[in-house]
């Protein structure tokens, strides 16, 4: 099962509203990060917050971290037209034999409207 | 050129072929993964790699086999292609619990 669920799936919004997502996981994590990808593209990082972070912002972006209620929220704020792309979390975690690694949500599409 | 290439980008084989898709990264990231993305859908870990020599099993390792001889490549076989793997395959990299860099994807499709 995945261990990064996003809410909602799907959001629709128009220029210069704020679109916020929500993405919930199971286990504990080393940290959280949110990918965006364009359609037809490979995933791009836009922003990591660790486990011990409880907000972080980038830019136009406010990522929040809860780890009591194991959830996240991604904000934009002012979006754009070119912001329309689906949105992933993905969580971190240490591995028993190799490491780490990322496990993936199933991404919010959003599309924002001129 | 520096960053994480994929090939080939696009491929069609035939249901029992054996077919390999190639991943090479020029940051010398210690860990390299191999994801499937199906339509409208999220990622899912094939294999993954924390080094060279070094790989273990994701999600979905079933017809799958990877190997790791050099820090910089990555490379993925499918030892007889079945219909159920006709995806978009994704390669990333990455130094430890840090963002992943993904390459472009190869679109296979298996008939």
């Known amino acids: 099962s995945q261990q990064g669920e996003e809410d909602p799936q799907a959001l629709s919004i128009q220029e210069g509203e704020n679109a916020t997502m929500n993405c919930s996981y199971k286990t504990s994590i080393n940290n959280l990060q949110w990918y965006r990808q364009n359609s037809g593209r490979g995933l791009v990082h836009l922003i990591l917050i660790r486990s011990n972070e409880r907000e972080k912002h980038s830019g136009r972006l406010r990522v929040t971290l809860d780890t009591s209620k194991k959830s996240s929220s991604l904000l934009i704020t002012a979006s754009r037209a070119a912001d329309t792309a689906s949105y992933f979390c993905?969580?971190?975690?240490?591995?028993?034999?190799?490491?780490?690694?990322?496990?993936f949500g199933e991404g919010t599409q959003l599309t924002v409207n001129p | 050129d520096a960053g994480i290439t994929q090939s080939p980008r696009y491929k069609i084989t035939e249901t029992g072929r054996q077919v390999t898709l190639m991943c090479h990264q020029t940051w010398s990231h210690s860990y390299m993964f191999w994801y499937r993305q199906d339509l409208g859908h999220g990622l899912r870990l094939i294999y993954y790699?924390?080094?060279?020599?070094?790989?273990d099993k994701g999600e979905v390792p079933d017809g799958y086999v990877v190997s790791r001889s050099k820090t910089e490549n990555f490379p993925l076989t499918l030892e007889s292609a079945t219909r159920s793997q006709t995806s978009v395959y994704f390669c990333?990299?990455?130094?430890?619990?840090?963002?992943?860099?993904f390459g472009p994807g190869t679109r296979l499709t298996v008939t």
């Open positions: 790699s924390a080094a060279a020599d070094i790989t």
């Open positions: 990333a990299s990455s130094e430890s619990m840090g963002p992943q860099y």
């Open positions: 993905a969580t971190a975690t240490k591995t028993e034999t190799s490491g780490s690694r990322l496990t």
